[in-house]
């Protein structure tokens, strides 16, 4: 999900693309995934009718953005599963979120925000969830309070193992800035349990940081389960993001589903979802 950064870009030493080059397609078409939040507004008005267009549009999998008071959009987690399944699509993962409080922090007291976790837990087995994504905390302050996350995290994914789920997180740029002189990106990789925590990166948002998604596949390859694929607008409109090179490296990766995310749009929300998975199916040859 966006946040707002101001960020003044001078140069990317990234790669760039004109036009799709795969030549053959490095996953199924039914591991393409639609971030449900790039049609928020449109879901708020009716989310029947466009989880439907979803399925239509040509999509097989989902990804909600909506958890809340042990619910999705407003649904129970069986009332959400058949309103999905209905569409001809499966939803394989969730954006969900419980930060720790000043004081939780301070105390590294995860007791209460573990019991929370069981209950999501409960309701992502039953919304039929194969993965939980914490898509975003803030820069924390000094290397021990990021520590005291990496341990956090730690103990969500293992607990979502014991059920049979995978845990990861998904960033933005800020990540790669710089806590007491590390890259709080490269820490929380370095300092989450690849058999607990894998990375959701989101690769639009990588880029604005200023990095290369492709060297961090192989700087810590395998730990990136699943992939946003995101671009300042559409897929492609930006001309910034190497989409050709990152999914040339996508074994690398390790990665199983991207995930399509649409924030800003040239056109209608449901047209711009339409246009970047025509573009991806395009590139991917599929």
Known sequence: MEKKFLLFITALPLFTSCAPQAATPPLPKEHIALQLYSLRKDFGNNFDTTITKVGEMGFATVEAASYGDGKFYGKTPEEFKAAVENAGLTAISSHTARLLTAEELAAKDFSQPLEWWD?????????????????????????????????????????????????????????????????????????????WVFFQMDVYWTVIGRKSPVEYFQKYPGRFTILHIKDHKELGQSGMVGFDAIFRNIETAGTKYVVVEVEQYNFSPLESVKISLDYLLDLLKI
């Not at 905390?137 to 059920?163: H, R």
Request: contains cysteine; charged residues 20%.
């Open 119 to 195: 209950n999501a837990i409960r309701d992502h087995l039953a919304a039929g969830m194969q993965y939980i994504v914490t898509p975003w905390m803030g820069v924390p302050q000094t290397l021990a309070d990021l520590q005291t996350y990496c341990d956090y995290y730690n103990a969500i994914g293992k607990k979502c193992k014991e059920k049979g789920l995978s845990f990861g997180y998904h960033n933005h740029a800020h990540e790669f800035t710089d806590v007491e002189g590390v890259t709080m990106y490269d820490y929380m990789v370095e300092h989450t349990n690849p058999e």
